[in-house]
């Protein structure tokens, strides 16, 4: 009579385990929907816009990435490369920080503006987007439309339409910005996989110096000396290293052969 009940209890404990790895299988390994090109990169930022009752902001990288570069955002205007970690409040913007470091009705929309008849004319829905229908002023399709085409990400070539001077990204903003020499590039750098078969990584500094400078990613993304770290590719898809922005911005891993260029006809 021991031995059965003994031997029930391991029924019961078996399907217990049986049940409960079922429901993990259901979420483990199940490939997400891919961003459509217009929304890739897109960063909602929802710090304060609860606490007053107002949509979330919705922030179009494309939009911004296709008119400054990178360096501009993160290092002079000390935006941070996580969503949210920055905290950008209102009453910042309207101080000339973050966001109202350009929003200020000179070099883009303020949050509002008056009008010759002396209407007060609000925008705040031009940002706080989410979950509205909002007709902005720049369409995705449109804008891009003429661009060296990509096979995923945004879709769009950027490195391609910067050489075409399809866009020119401005790097210096007046009285935030500090004067800078012309940097010095560094000669690309080949980096060595650890997969047997798979192309060696091609490096280009000058490609992105062009776009990040150096500040935005040593040292506190890339130590300074040369092999300061080893990492791999789960590292990258778990946003650390080159997936900092590659795979929430910048072009996505999904594509092996933007990187491993080497050899490749």
């Not at 385990?17 to 429901?23: H, K, L, N, P």
């Not at 970690?85 to 200020?104: A, I, P």
Request: net charge negative.
């Amino acid at each position: 009579m021991k031995l059965a009940r003994i031997h029930f209890l391991l029924l019961v404990i078996a399907l217990v385990i049986a049940v409960v790895s079922a429901g993990s299988a259901q979420t483990f390994g199940v490939k997400k929907r891919t961003p459509r090109p217009d929304e890739y990169g897109n960063v909602v930022m929802n710090n304060h816009a609860a606490r007053v009752d107002s949509n979330p902001v919705v922030f179009t990288h494309w939009l911004h990435r296709a008119k400054y570069t990178c360096r501009l955002c993160h290092v002079d205007l000390g935006f941070a490369m996580t969503a949210n970690e920055t905290g950008v409040s209102e009453q910042d913007n309207r101080n000339g920080l973050y966001c109202g470091s350009c929003h200020n009705g000179t070099i883009a929309f303020p949050p509002e503006e008056l009008t010759e008849g002396g209407k007060t004319i609000k925008h705040c829905d031009r940002c706080h987007s989410q979950g509205k229908d909002v007709e902005f002023e720049h369409d995705f399709y449109d804008f891009v439309r003429g661009f060296a085409r990509s096979r995923f990400g945004n879709r769009v070539d950027w490195m391609k339409a910067e050489d075409e001077e399809m866009i020119v990204l401005a790097d210096y903003l007046e009285g935030i910005s500090v004067e800078r020499d012309d940097l010095m590039i560094e000669e690309d750098r080949q980096l060595q996989p650890k997969v047997a078969g798979m192309p060696k990584i091609i490096f280009s500094h000058e490609k992105h110096s062009v776009w990040n400078g150096c500040e935005l990613c040593h040292p506190q993304i890339f130590g300074v000396r040369e092999r300061a770290q080893v990492y791999d590719m789960q590292d990258i898809f778990e946003g650390r290293f080159c997936g900092a922005c590659h795979g929430d911005v910048a072009f996505p891993t999904t594509d092996c052969r933007l990187c491993h260029t080497e050899d490749v006809r």
